[in-house]
């Protein structure tokens, strides 16, 4: 889910930078340390926007910089258990699909791709193969580049030396949940058709 989320903070224009447009500066320097940054009770934040700032500032004995008190708001994608989400498959290994969903990625496990039994990884083209080809059915297959549907099913938080980060974990193991073209291929079989007069 997105949100919008108001903040205020300080920032340290440095002497080398006064003269310059403090809302530029504030601009810049709020990108650089909010945007892809990870809290636990905000999400991630995607961009910042709506900057007020503060012309005067603070100077603290001993620091050269001068202290601004910004005020701005700020996209942030919070990942929610249950979620249902889209997303394209970025990446595939014998273990299963990153899948990219906002601005971060997550990963599905091979047993949760579908409830099918019969699932193959074909190594040399990086593709899922699910179910057995018989004459009526040919099997499907998911790898890089498919937008797939998909209920978010963990959500973890860890703090790493460089920050914060979150591991997502999805599932596909419902109906109407999966690559698209399978939903659709769901929703054509359930399909009714109108009774004849």
Known sequence: MFRIVSVRDYIRVPPTKFGEPIDKIAVEQLRELYEGR???????????????????GIVMFGDGGAYHRVEFK??????????????????????????RIGPTTAFMHKTQITDENVIHYDRQSKIFIIGEK?????????????????????????????????????????????KLEWIEEELQKKKIKPQQR
């Open 38 to 56: 990870v809290e636990r009770d905000l999400g991630i934040f995607v961009t910042v926007f709506d900057i007020k700032i503060n012309k005067r």
């Open 74 to 99: 700020a996209l942030a994608f919070v990942p929610l258990i249950n979620e249902v989400v889209e997303g394209e498959v970025v990446d595939t290994h014998d273990y299963g699909a990153f899948i």
């Open 134 to 178: 018989t004459p009526e059915k040919t099997p499907r297959r998911l790898g890089k580049g498919d937008v797939v549907r998909a209920k978010i099913a963990g959500v973890s938080y860890f703090s790493t030396s460089d920050g914060n980060r979150v591991n997502i974990s999805l599932t596909a193991r419902q109906p109407f949940l999966g």
